[in-house]
């Protein structure tokens, strides 16, 4: 029998900094107008955005963007959220047709920026996803390659704490990663620790500077990580790419690589949650309670 499709699996990818997104506009702009013109407009889909300024939620349509444009460079938006919301998805579920749109969430494209605000080490983030079979179609390899540019704008840039591009359940909005969720780790608490851990184990990894050191250096990786490809970054990071083809990820791929990555994944503080299994990429190893227990005498 076929392997039932998951319709519901998103191309997604994020990066993270804890400066302050508020005195970087022109890339925030550059980020958002990029994204648009290389991945959304293919689609022939349009976005609706909304954002946050202190207290005040507004929501905008594509009009409005040359004046949002000079509050992003004023400094005065916290968040920032765009969304192609699909209602067939919904009349499809409602009535109960049995057909692709029935399975599919929603919210087919994404892109969130939330900057850190607070005097915190909680991370600013910028993330993007878009429904695979809805929009990117048999394309998924564009897709990550316009992410890949993307993230790497941001690098050139900011100063980032790490990030990655998977194919799995996740849509945007400050989305925890498969291996997060299994740790109980949401966001904001997991991000207070970028600098010491990575967010988990994924198609495309990137890593900062630090993650780099302690996994011995560069030159270690390219001989020791069970990866496809290892490129040094501008910020002295790394990326490593798993597999080719972001559609062709075994779990014995993400297994080698979990196990490669241990030095600098998150030690669970609290009992593990592997429900998640059962929508994301998630790899559960024997001896994960084991060394949840350790870190709990620790």
Known sequence: MDKKVNYSRDIYGCIST????????????????????????????????????????????????????????????????????????????????????????????????????????????????????????DDSQHVCLEYQKLIEMVLDNIECVGGFITLDSMQAYCSFSAHEGYMGLPYLRASEKFDKYFRGYSWGNYLSENHVELLGGIEKIKKEAPVYLVKPLSDDGAYLQLTEMVDEVSDEDLRKLKRYFQPILPKASRMLFPSEAKHRRMIIDEDDELVYLENKKL
Request: charge should be positive.
């Open 18 to 137: 804890y400066d302050s997104l508020l005195t970087r506009g022109l890339i925030v702009i550059k980020v958002i107008e990029q994204f648009i013109d290389k991945i959304v407009k293919p689609t022939n889909k349009d976005l609706s955005y909304v954002i946050n300024s202190g207290r005040k939620k507004q929501k905008y349509e594509p009009s409005n963007w040359e004046k949002t444009k000079i509050l992003i460079n004023e400094g005065k938006i916290e968040k920032i959220s765009f969304i192609h919301f699909d209602k067939r998805m919904i009349e499809a579920a409602i009535q109960g047709i049995d057909c692709p749109e029935a399975e599919i969430y929603p919210e087919l494209i994404n892109l969130n920026i939330v900057s850190n605000i607070e005097n915190t080490k909680r991370a600013s983030l910028i993330e993007f996803s878009i429904n695979k079979w809805t929009c990117a179609k």
